[in-house]
């Protein structure tokens, strides 16, 4: 019987994981794929994103999968292990913060796991522009580049040349053995590496070795809340705080993640920042009789959520 294959997604926050998985849908439609989403807020906005006809998803909302959602995970596993032909593919799209080797352990050292799920390859998101930042600020950035099969450098439309040449000689100096992709927007040629089983099982102990140091603190040393507010929110006036506030905090708000709540219009908002930029696209239909409300998941450091809080209240056309 053969087994499972297995993709691992990874990358840091705002990296374009889930644009590449859209990607992957849109060029490879005629393939059905089981997709494990994790968020490590409350409210998983990236479930609204993904758009596919012969797609299942779960969401899993508990914690960062490489550390607190362990069992979960396996639970999940064993679930879709009982409906394989269902499906073609497992793709594990993780957190923004996430330690991929973690998540491949249990593909490589759980016997039930193995026997049924093969790990074909890891692969990790860079983001072009941000690349540097994210580097110097967290270690977990380094370590989702080195523990990758491919590094899909995403976003080369917001760099010049010299400035991808640059992120191209410091990705290899990282992970040498790497494959590196690039593309804009996570439009990755997809047909040139899901087929390949790039994932070595018996070089698992090796890859180890060689990440670079890590440290946890909490959940990876950073903080993430979910604000929820009822009713509609002024778009207009609530962007132009937003980008205030993202200036100003520039390297505390890691990533903002939200569904938004306007008046006169029948679809939500996905609204999405990274750093000082921030983009906005149609969400799905609200419902006939659905409660409307807004959700707010933030992740940075030194973040006051009370203050962030009445910041975006002052936009609720409830008050």
Not at 221 to 236: A, Q, V
């Amino acid at each position: 019987m053969n087994k499972i294959p297995v993709y691992i997604v990874t990358g840091y926050l705002g990296s374009g994981k889930t644009s590449f998985i859209n990607s992957w849908m849109k060029n490879r439609s005629d393939e059905r794929l089981f997709i494990i989403e994790n968020e490590i807020g409350k409210v998983n906005v990236d479930e609204q994103m993904v758009a596919g006809k012969d797609v299942e998803l779960v969401g899993l909302t508990a914690g960062c999968i490489c550390c607190s959602l362990n069992d979960e995970l396996l639970d999940v596993l064993e679930e879709i292990s009982a409906r394989r032909d269902t499906f073609d593919r497992l793709v594990i799209e993780t957190t923004g913060i996430a330690d991929p080797s973690s998540i491949a352990a249990h593909f490589i050292q759980n016997d039930g796991v193995a026997q049924v799920f093969e790990l074909m390859s890891v692969h990790t998101l860079v983001d072009a522009e941000n690349v540097e930042f994210w580097l110097k600020e967290v270690k977990d950035a380094s370590r989702q580049i080195s523990f990758a099969d491919f590094v899909l450098i995403n976003k080369i439309d917001l760099v010049s040349l010299e400035k991808l040449q640059e992120v191209n000689t410091i990705v290899g100096k990282i992970n040498p053995t790497a494959e590196i992709y690039a593309a804009v927007q996570g439009d990755f040629d997809i047909d040139a590496f899901v087929d390949q089983k790039a994932f070595a099982a018996d070089s698992f102990s090796d890859r180890l070795e060689v990440l670079p140091a890590y440290e946890s603190v909490g959940i990876h040393g950073i903080k993430t809340f979910t604000l929820f507010f009822d009713g509609f929110l002024d778009l207009r006036s609530l962007i132009k705080d937003l980008a205030m506030f993202l200036s100003v905090n520039l390297n505390h708000v890691y990533r903002i993640k939200a569904v938004v709540a306007v008046n006169d219009y029948n679809k939500r908002i996905l609204l999405q920042t990274v750093r000082k930029g921030y983009s906005m696209s149609d969400g799905m239909e609200w419902a006939e009789g659905e409660a409307i409300r807004s959700s707010f998941v933030f992740i940075g450091s030194n973040l006051d959520k009370t203050a962030i809080e009445a910041m975006i209240k002052k936009h609720n056309l409830v008050n």
